[in-house]
């Protein structure tokens, strides 16, 4: 059973950076695409970011391309999310989700998610 915990949320100003961090618990971790998804107040979840197994292709929501950074250690099971350039529409709960071995941006494909953290960016 796979398991995704997300830690580094918080309060900051517009600007300021934040790197997000995704614990991934359950069997071969470095077969899978890890993946962030964000929802805003009164909104619905969107992608954010992909990375594929090895960590050698992303992909990101043209929102957030070039501000946002995906990463991903495969010998700690770990992915991340590394945000600069924060601005008030960024405030959203963020979820990190895995589930595909491909490559994909489509919230249904992804089966697998994490509880989520709050990133809330003041103006």
Known sequence: QIQ??????GLVQTGDSLRLSCAFSGPAFSNYVMAWFRQGPGKEREFVAAINWSGEITHYADSVKGRFTISRDNLKDMAHLQMSSLKPEDTAVYFCATGP???IATLEAYNYWGQGTQVTVSS
Do not use: K
Not at 4 to 9: F, H, K, N, Q, W
């Open 101 to 103: 071995r491909r490559l």
């Open 4 to 9: 995704l915990v997300e830690s580094g949320g």
